[in-house]
């Protein structure tokens, strides 16, 4: 890719046209009112941090407060969030900015200071392996369903605030991911077993939302965010991930956001492929990808571009929201 390329507009579709191919990573700063009302600090950051990136992917909005993954993160979960919502896309599209809202549920991955002292939920009743987190209680049949309601729910308001899209997040070992690995997910009905059945929530889930956007009559994207593999034994496998993402991506989400530590990683867990993540999921997807992780300078820059379409970039903005600014001139872009 020529250098300026990566500063030119990209057409991702479902309305996402982007001034260039730059994303704000989401980001859980957790600078929200106790019952996830945005704040001032929120506008802000977000103004400031927008303003040179294509598209901004707002972090961690838990669809229930059971399903909170911090304190003081996002709400969406009640249709009083929807005011505050509003002003921040407003904020981020002032910027000439796309607005993507991330939907979070937590499941077994939190605590209850974050959800306030409701009750933690996951796939099974197995604890997450991490210091203060319960044992879950299992998720009736009933209860899945209403956890899928949650989100459809949550999509429907990031719409009604004036976003552009919601991406699910299916990483970082929350409640999505939840399902998918063998590690947390031990039940024995259409949800858990065989491979094909540990992604069925989901795959159901993405089923619904494309379902609720074609009803929206107008441009409204999808993306979903995972991590490749689950470094614990015999966690989640990149097989399972690059399995779930070609599913997906037949189901029509508009992008695929990969979780990674650095964007040009190889596999923790078949380390008999020298082939970088990135490569495998762009073999099995037809959809624009994502990466991040270790963006920390202008070739930086360039290399994670021959890579995929996308390039998040977090702490660097987190630090100076002029970093961008200051790669372009690094490089030498008009």
């Given amino acids: 890719m020529e250098t300026s390329m990566v500063f030119s507009r990209i057409d991702l579709g479902a309305g996402l046209i982007l001034k260039n191919h730059f994303v704000l990573t989401p980001l859980d700063m957790q600078l929200s009112r106790e019952n996830g009302q945005i704040t001032q600090r929120d506008l802000a950051f977000h103004r400031s941090r927008s303003r040179d990136v294509g598209l901004d992917v707002v972090g961690s909005a838990y669809v229930d407060l059971a399903g909170n993954t911090a304190p003081n993160s996002v709400a969406v979960d ?7 919502l509003t002003q921040l896309a407003e904020t981020i599209h002032q910027n000439q900015t796309k607005a993507v809202l ?46 899928m309601n949650q989100f459809i729910d949550a999509a429907h308001r990031a719409e009604r605030a004036g976003f552009d899209g919601v991406e ?3 990483a970082n070992s929350f409640l999505l991911q939840q399902f998918v690995s ?10 858990g077993g065989t491979l094909v059945r ?23 994207a999808l993306g979903y965010r995972l991590s490749p593999e689950e470094l614990i034994a015999d966690g989640m496998s990149l097989v399972d991930t690059l399995a779930l993402a070609r599913v997906l991506d037949d189901c029509g989400i508009t992008y695929l956001s990969l979780s990674l530590r650095n964007y040009a990683q190889t596999s923790a867990t078949m380390p008999a492929t020298q082939t970088e993540i990135v490569t495998l999921f762009k073999r099995v997807v037809h959809c ?47």
């Avoid at 009640?78 to 505050?84: D, K, L, Q, R, S």
């Avoid at 974050?114 to 998720?139: D, K, N, R, W």
């Avoid at 889930?205 to 441009?219: E, G, I, N, W, Y």
């Avoid at 624009?288 to 660097?316: C, F, H, N, W, Y």
């Fill in 168 to 170: 699910l997040h299916g």
């Fill in 288 to 334: 624009p990808v994502m990466v991040a992780g270790g963006v920390k300078t202008g070739p930086d820059v360039i290399d994670a571009g021959q890579r995929s379409e996308l390039i998040g970039i977090g702490s660097a903005l987190i630090k100076d929201p002029n970093w961008l600014k200051k790669v372009r001139n690094e490089l030498n872009v008009d």
């Fill in 198 to 220: 540990r992604l069925r929530f989901p795959v159901e889930l993405m089923t619904r939302l494309t379902a609720l956007v074609k009803s929206f009559h107008h441009d409204f």
């Fill in 182 to 191: 063998p590690v947390s997910n031990a039940r024995t009905d259409k949800y």
């Fill in 102 to 147: 991330q939907l979070v549920h937590a499941g077994r991955a939190t605590n209850k200071g974050a959800t306030q002292g409701q009750t933690i939920i996951g796939p099974s009743s197995i604890a997450a392996p991490f210091a203060g987190f319960p044992v879950p209680e299992a998720l009736s049949d009933r209860a899945v369903s209403k956890v």
């Fill in 78 to 84: 009640t249709e009083e969030a929807i005011p505050g």
